[in-house]
């Protein structure tokens, strides 16, 4: 891709925008237009001051007023003109980048979940960010930058070549040999391949500083340095050495170009002082000699702002192409005509699912032909040994990912003809890491359902048993999480998120280590809590304390990505696997626990 269609492209960004982009444009070039008319005053007024240098009184005085009069208004039109076209572009700017994030967060939550955990959190934030962030320097400053320091030096060149073509041609040398020294520095392979190195240094030192900082328990534990810790240490090694690698790559060609730029009026000085002993002083000729000598430098301006803009630019069509590649993943496919169950019975018939694709060499299945049928308004619970798949099949009911072979269908037809939106209607799910929102706690509840009063979140809260604790706090549901250090602790984040989806009134509720935290009381009113919901509802449940299981109707027993049993406690309990030896586990640790409560443990 060409700078030429990088810009377009960027442009392209505006969509709607479009209109107040071109009137950007359009104030802008007459703006900068208008910043030539100065010139051509001071050129006609020397031009009358030397004409008249021996006779004063002949001197045309209404028309140096004149000229005078027309530089000033110039100057004020010249203003006026930035001001619109500067409003226009601003706003142009903040609205693209206000939609083009709304856009993109919209996006990122539409593509499957597999992409997020390829994607490291930093990465995405920087796009997000930073990237977009960019896009507005570009829409608003450097757009109208590039008009003006495009317009003002073609313009004025022509100018100077309608006054005296051979100076100018002159002129043109320094000029063309800048200009080409601009396109070897940002246009050679070597210059976009160093900037794109350069790009994806900083993403990484941003999403290894980011893992660095959130693992900070873990830094702090076992004494990792930042020094230490190395992906970290090799992402900011890495950032040095590609910045110096472009300072490399840059050094000559900006040297060279800086000072030939900076020198322009050297190179019309010689040919100006030749020309005029050839015309013996003509003086005419020396008038033009003189606006050459005060428009060249004014040329250096817009020619090194070229420069500049030239090496941001780079940076902006970076961030461009980062912003175009979220764009690009694909989004979880949605049915054309979605349909909608009428009974919540959910059955897993023969999935079979990798979190790699199957053209992928490191495609391992993580399950194997799962089978099972959950009946609404039943409770069926997912046990077993740690890494078994639990979680994945919960997930994939959710549709997180797409499964390689079989289907999951609710009340018949496949998740995947429901469409995202109703599927998300119909389960609720709590999940093993619970997020909380930086917002009051009544509005973390309310996220299961935006149109709940105060009083249903209130029941919510104190069927999951959250109710005594946030009336404890100092603004109590008011409460903002993260606020003056109110942070909750596991137990307490886990019942808000049950709270949560108890609110939601799913007709589906999946549970992953929801009593995860509990203690025994409140498990046990965690647990009156969710019995009240089972009624009537598809409830499938993640445990690892065997005893919250122990009613539910069905037991499903999974271990290397297969279901290995199954039945209720009691048939499990009689079939002597490896449930009864689970639950023979569980049990000697709760003696071992109520030991320990008691004085002396028994193991
Ligand atoms: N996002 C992921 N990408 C790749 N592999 C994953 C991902 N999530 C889980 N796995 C792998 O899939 C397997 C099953 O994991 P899963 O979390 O479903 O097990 P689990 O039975 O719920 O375990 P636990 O009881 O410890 O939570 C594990 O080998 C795990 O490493």
Same mark, same amino acid.
């Given at each position: 891709m060409n700078t030429k269609s990088e810009v377009s492209g960027l442009i392209q960004i505006a969509g709607e925008r479009k209109g107040l982009l071109i009137t950007a444009s359009i104030f802008s070039t007459l703006s900068s237009l208008l910043q030539i008319i100065p010139f051509i005053a001071v050129y006609k007024i020397v031009q009358e001051l030397l004409i008249h240098?021996?006779?004063?009184?002949?001197?045309?005085k209404e028309l140096l007023i004149d000229w005078g009069i027309v530089a000033f208004i110039s100057l004020l039109a010249m203003l006026a003109a930035m001001y619109v076209g500067g409003m226009c572009s601003h706003i142009a700017a903040f609205n693209i980048l206000y939609e083009l994030r709304i856009r993109l967060a919209e996006h990122v939550a539409k593509v499957p979940m597999g992409y997020h955990t390829k994607t490291a959190t930093g990465e995405l934030k920087k796009i997000i960010e930073v990237s977009v962030e960019k896009i507005e320097k570009f829409i608003a400053h450097q757009l109208p930058d590039l008009i003006s320091a495009l317009v003002i030096p073609v313009v004025l060149i022509g100018y100077l070549f309608w006054l005296d073509y051979r100076m100018a041609l002159v002129l043109m040398l320094p000029i063309g040999a800048g200009l080409w020294l601009q396109t070897r520095l940002f246009g050679s392979e070597a210059g976009r391949e160093a900037y794109r190195e350069f790009q994806y240094a900083i993403e990484e030192m941003n999403a290894t500083g980011v893992e660095y900082v959130r693992g900070m328990p873990a830094v702090k534990v076992f004494g990792i340095t930042a020094d230490s810790f190395l992906t970290f240490k090799q992402a900011v090694m890495k950032y040095r050495d590609v910045s110096l690698k472009i300072t490399d790559i840059c050094k000559t060609s900006y040297s060279l170009f800086f000072v030939i730029i900076i020198s322009l009026f050297t190179f019309v000085v010689p040919i100006g002082i030749l020309l005029f002993s050839s015309q013996a002083g003509s003086q005419s000729f020396a008038i033009t000699f003189i606006l050459f000598l005060i428009v060249t430098p004014s040329l250096s301006v817009p020619l090194l702002k070229l420069m500049h803009l030239g090496s941001s630019l780079r940076e902006i069509v970076e961030g461009h192409k980062r912003i175009e590649a979220v764009f690009a993943e694909k989004v979880v496919v949605e049915p054309a005509s979605p349909r909608v169950p009428h009974h919540y019975d959910i059955a897993f018939q023969d999935v079979t699912f990798a979190?790699?694709? @199957?053209?992928?060499?490191?495609? @391992?299945?993580?399950?194997? @032909?799962v089978n099972f049928v959950a009946h609404a308004g039943e409770l069926t619970a997912l046990v077993g040994p740690s890494g078994g798949g639990k979680s994945t099949i919960a997930s994939l009911l959710l549709r997180f990912w797409e499964v390689q072979e079989g289907v999951i269908t609710i009340g018949g037809i496949p998740i995947r003809d429901i469409g995202t939106d109703k599927l998300m209607e119909l389960v609720s799910f709590v999940f093993q890491d619970v997020h909380l929102f930086y917002d009051t706690i009544e509005e973390n509840i309310r996220m299961g359902n935006t149109s709940a009063t105060r009083d249903e979140v209130l029941t919510a809260a104190k069927t999951a048993c959250c109710h005594e604790f946030i009336e404890k706090l100092d603004q109590g549901y008011d409460t903002k999480i993260g606020q003056g250090g109110t942070y909750l602790s596991g137990g307490e984040a886990q019942r808000i998120a049950i709270a949560r989806a108890l609110l939601k009134r799913a007709p589906i509720l999946v549970l992953d280590e929801a009593t995860a935290y509990a203690d025994a009381e409140n498990e046990y009113n965690i647990q009156q809590g969710i019995a009240q919901l089972v009624k009537g509802k598809t409830v499938i449940i993640i445990a690892h304390r065997l005893s919250t299981i122990r009613s539910a109707e069905q037991i499903l027993v999974v271990k290397q990505g297969s279901i290995v049993e199954q039945g209720t406690h009691e048939q499990l309990r009689r079939e002597q696997g490896l449930y009864e030896q689970m639950w023979q586990a569980h049990q000697s640790a709760a003696s071992w626990k109520l030991g320990v409560r008691g004085g002396e443990p028994h193991l």
């Open positions: 240098a021996q006779q004063p009184v002949n001197m045309n979190y790699e694709q @199957k053209e992928s060499k490191d495609f @391992k299945p993580v399950l194997q @032909k």
